[in-house]
């Protein structure tokens, strides 16, 4: 039988401490900020049957709850420093624990993120990570600071992973190969990091994309005071969705939820500044709309016409599961 302790001990402490003063093993962790900077915490959980499906692979549920919780990182424009994991297990399994882990330190080498503690108790598989990240003051990419006039952009692409969700639900037929396509964008979102980093100083606001864009953009308005049109055939779907009919790809486009891409305004006159952003973290970008002093989100389609695609975005409260 594996105890408490053994578990964290082989699974989740590594050799020596990078980034944290103190890292696993005492009551807290010590992190030292760097002089002069803020630090940036976010927490988000994934719970069985709420957030995956019970039986999901370890190695892309480790991938996956510490890729979401980095997301929150780059869309404030923060550098990922460290992170804590509080787990519920139904029972300490090796080869989930080795295989979780795995998948876990993988993505958090990749971003230099540093696990320095946590918590770890038996009950129903839920998975809570806390990131830590830096940034310098007055640079953070916060939803309040759209302008009137700024574009409306988008990193990489949407849909695909609503689109597995639909395959997994019957709610439409996916062949295979489109089936297992889109779900490597369901299970091992891509935290856009190294774009949230290059776009500080030159965007205004930004948000990750999570629950749909149309929802996700609704915060920034809301808290900009602002409104938006949003050109919804210029919104970049993912490959898999691309080949579908244009009433499906406009819907998981615009509201389809687990894309963990970034939704960012910035001046017209930043337009050079976020292509070149863009280019030097690798990731594509694509303007998709304008922000607007009239209140309210304006859809329309590639000719400029009224759209009324109804959409919604998740919400945990009010949506079946
Ligand atoms: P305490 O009882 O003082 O809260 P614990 O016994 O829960 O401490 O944990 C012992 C040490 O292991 C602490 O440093 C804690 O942060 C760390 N820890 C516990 N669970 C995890 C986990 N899942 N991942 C990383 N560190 C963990
Ligand atoms: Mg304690």
New binding site residues.
């Given amino acids: 039988m594996l105890s408490e302790f053994d578990l964290?001990k082989e699974y989740?402490k590594r050799p020596r401490a990078q980034n944290a003063v103190l890292g696993?093993?005492?009551?807290c962790?010590l992190l030292a900020p760097t002089p002069g900077m803020q630090m940036a915490i976010s927490s988000d959980m994934l719970v069985e049957g709420r957030h995956f499906f019970a039986g999901e692979d370890a190695r892309r549920l480790g991938h996956k709850a510490l890729a979401v919780n980095l997301s929150d990182l780059a869309a404030m424009g923060a550098k990922p420093v460290a992170f804590t994991?509080a787990?519920a297990l139904p029972e300490a399994q090796r080869d989930w624990l080795a295989a979780f882990s795995e998948g876990l330190f993988a993505l958090a080498d990749e971003h230099g993120c540093e696990?320095i503690?946590?918590?770890?108790t038996k009950g129903p598989l839920n998975i809570c990570i806390t990131v830590f990240g830096e940034l310098a003051p007055g640079r953070a990419l916060r939803r309040d600071a759209a302008r009137d006039g700024d574009d409306i952009w988008i990193s990489g692409t949407l849909g695909d992973a609503r689109l597995a969700l639909a395959g997994y639900r019957l709610e439409c037929t996916l062949g295979a190969d489109q089936q297992r396509a889109a779900a490597q964008r369901m299970h091992l979102p891509t935290p856009r990091v190294q774009l949230g980093l290059a776009l500080a100083g030159i965007a205004h606001a930004a948000i990750d994309i999570s629950d749909g864009l149309v929802g996700d953009l609704g915060h920034i308005l809301e808290r900009s005071g602002m409104g938006a049109t949003l050109d919804v055939d210029a919104l970049p779907a993912g490959p898999v969705l691309a080949t579908r009919d244009t009433a499906q790809r406009r819907a998981f486009t615009a509201a389809g939820g687990d894309d963990y891409e970034l939704c960012f305004t910035a001046p017209a006159a930043a337009r050079d500044a976020v292509l070149a952003a863009a280019a030097s973290s690798g990731t594509a970008v694509t303007r998709v709309g304008r922000i607007e002093a009239a209140p309210g989100l304006r859809l329309t389609d590639g000719q400029g016409a009224a759209l009324d695609l109804s959409l919604s975005s998740f919400d945990h409260f009010t949506d079946p599961a």
């Fill in positions: 964290i989740f696993i093993g005492d009551d962790a994991l787990l696990l503690g946590g918590d770890t």
